[in-house]
């Protein structure tokens, strides 16, 4: 009898806890509230292009600083920029975005002049607020006296219609329609679901919470595609200092990929990520799926198809720094 009625009082309590957790849930997950429909952020530089660039920056021992400020030396002076980081969890880089390379970089905008510089995410259902992901990820210490804090799921949000097949309409945050330029600062992952998580997997942090969990029912390297005609950042970078090479996006084999990778055109940079990521994986005999040529997985075949990056190319030029 008493086993019993200790089987019932951990199940009374644990019963209590959910509805604790169900009642004090961040308001953003009680129901999708939008303000007004928008059409699809477009980037205002790549597009006009006849060339695609691709920057590499290869070091055992990468100096942030000068990798930064050659990163933002080729940007004139805007008014305001969002940096959107990779805050799904509260993990450390590279399962999130490292705060010494965020300081590098806002640093490095900052001296050439820019100064309305807005960092901003939002985590994931089970990690919200991401407030609080942003502090213990060492993330807001890094942007004080540097930039605001943008936490989407306080914000307000419209909706996009792409267009696309399998993620026709998507609500996101109306803070990046106020912004003149958006720098995606991504990570080198594998991700157990998704294959891979580059610079156009980064977007689904403005997917609002409530819709990612139909983003993961099927479809879903398809749907990440379609979600960069909805935002499209006029600059992403990929920190591929560590990466997951297998395991992902929380947790996975972590090796030394040495490498950053920037440039206006983002299938273009997630195309050379690819290229890298294989090269780590085959090296470290674990391929799980990934095969040589790029456009064989269905995340970058379909970015393809439907024209991410506003180009129809074939290759693109890679510049070493």
């Not at 990798?67 to 940096?83: F, H, P, Q, V, Y």
């Not at 936490?151 to 219609?161: M, V």
């Not at 996006?249 to 890298?276: Q, S």
Request: net charge positive.
């Amino acid at each position: 009898m008493t086993i019993s009625l200790n089987k019932l009082f951990y199940a009374a309590k644990l019963l209590l806890y959910r509805v604790y957790r169900y009642l004090r849930r961040p308001s953003v997950l009680r129901r999708i509230v939008v303000s007004g429909k928008a059409k699809p952020r477009i980037a205002k530089n790549y597009s006009a292009k006849d060339q695609v660039f691709v920057h590499l920056y290869t070091n055992e021992d990468a100096d942030l600083k000068a990798l930064c400020n050659s990163i933002a030396s080729a940007w004139d002076k805007t008014d305001r920029i969002l940096i959107k980081i990779n805050l799904n969890t509260a993990d450390a880089y590279p399962a999130s975005t490292d705060p010494e390379f965020l300081i590098a970089l806002l640093d490095a905008f900052r001296d050439r002049g820019f100064k309305n510089l807005l960092v901003g995410d939002c985590s994931s259902m089970g990690a919200l607020p991401t407030r609080k992901v942003a502090a213990k990820a060492g993330i807001t210490k890094a942007l004080r006296g540097r930039a605001k804090l943008f936490c989407f799921d306080n914000e307000p949000w419209g909706q996009i219609n792409t267009a696309g097949k399998y993620l026709p309409l998507v609500t996101v945050p109306r803070i990046m329609f106020d912004v003149d330029r958006i720098i995606h600062l991504a990570n080198m992952k594998s991700h157990a679901l998704a294959d891979f998580s580059f610079g156009m997997k980064l977007g689904v942090g403005y997917m609002h919470p409530l819709e990612r969990c139909a983003l993961h029912d099927e479809f879903l390297q398809e749907k990440i595609a379609e979600l960069a005609l909805a935002v499209q950042p006029d600059l992403t970078i990929i920190d591929g200092r560590r990466a997951f090479v297998s395991g992902g996006p929380v947790h996975g084999r972590v090796e030394k990929a040495d490498v950053v990778i920037w440039g206006e055109n983002p299938l273009a940079v997630d195309v050379e990520t690819y290229r890298r990521l294989y090269a780590l994986k085959k090296k470290f005999a674990c391929l799980e799926g990934f095969t040589q040529d790029p456009f064989a997985m269905r995340q970058l075949k379909h970015a393809r198809q439907i024209g991410v990056g506003n180009k129809d190319w074939q290759e693109y030029n890679i510049v070493e720094i």
